[in-house]
């Protein structure tokens, strides 16, 4: 049920395959799987299998600014230490998945939310967010993130951004 645009310009002809929200089979519904297997990790503290969603070379943009580069450096945000009813859950939620016609890649948009103790705690923190993902032997991966917050309660707002 995907949606193909065509859009012809003066070097010739364009051509972006929009999915969003489609049926099972598709593209856009393996990238929202994978979201949500990951999202099931993160709310378990599980890291290596968070991690496996990212490619080796992985770059995020935190919500606050800090940049990280490679699987092993986004890996240690969660890894869990201390309590747990004091951790930061992620949560993930696309709105968009847009696959492209041409090249293995696909772009991804939501929002994001962090929750005090477990997803079912408090949200403290939270935004919007892209990701961009890259099939690789038959398996779609995270190659790039950046997490934007726009609200916060809490001592979600003690962050401080980086200029």
Known sequence: MGVVVLATTLTGCVRVKVETH???????????????????????W????????????VTVRRALGQSLAGRDAVRAV????????SAIVYQ???STVEV??????????????GHLGSVSGPVIIGGRYSAQWVKRDGRWMIRSEVFVPVYCAGMGCNGKAVP
């Open 22 to 44: 489609v049926g099972e089979g598709t593209e856009a519904s393996a990238i929202r799987e994978a979201r949500a297997a990951q999202n099931r990790a993160i709310a378990a």
């Open 78 to 85: 969660f890894e869990l230490t201390g309590s747990r009813d």
């Open 100 to 113: 492209s016609a041409q090249w293995p890649l696909a772009f991804e948009s939501g929002a994001w939310r």
């Open 92 to 94: 993930r939620v696309p």
């Open 46 to 57: 599980d890291a290596a299998t968070i991690a496996s969603y990212w490619t080796e070379d």
